[in-house]
Nanobody, 125 residues
Framework: QVQLVESGGGLVQAGGSLRLSCAASGRTFALYTLGWFRQAPGKEREFVATINWTGSSTYYVDSVKGRFTISRDNAKNTGYLQMNSLKHEDTAVYYC??????????????????WGQGTQVTVSS
């Protein structure tokens, strides 16, 4: 069992930056693919970014490419999402999640096994 706790959300003006963290319990964090998802009010949860277990491969939804950077520090059992040039439409609850490497699709939330409780990001326009 792995528990995930997100932090770093908050209120920021458009054009600003935030860095989200995802702290994992246990010693198996390094074995999993890490994903970030978000859910805006009244909308379905959507894929944002993913990074493989070694950190050598990343993938982003088009709307955040060039603005967001996903990373991980396996020694600290922690994943990150650096968000720059934030826009009002980035406002959402952000979730981190883990899935087994090679299982399912990186952008499919149903293929992720462990989820955090989410952290609110609000971007004022």
């Amino acid at each position: 069992q792995v528990q995930l706790v997100e932090s770093g959300g908050g209120l920021v003006q458009a054009g600003g930056s935030l860095r989200l963290s995802c702290a994992a319990s246990g010693r198996t964090f390094a074995l999993y693919t890490l994903g970030w998802f978000r859910q805006a009010p009244g909308k379905e949860r959507e894929f944002v970014a993913t990074i493989n277990w070694t950190g050598s491969s990343t993938y982003y939804v088009d709307s955040v490419k060039g603005r967001f950077t996903i990373s991980r520090d396996n020694a600290k059992n922690t994943g990150y999402l650096q968000m720059n040039s934030l826009k009002h439409e980035d406002t959402a609850v952000y979730y981190c999640a883990l899935k087994q490497p090679g299982y399912g699709l990186e952008f499919n939330l149903n293929d992720y096994r462990y989820w955090g409780q989410g952290t609110q990001v609000t971007v004022s326009s």
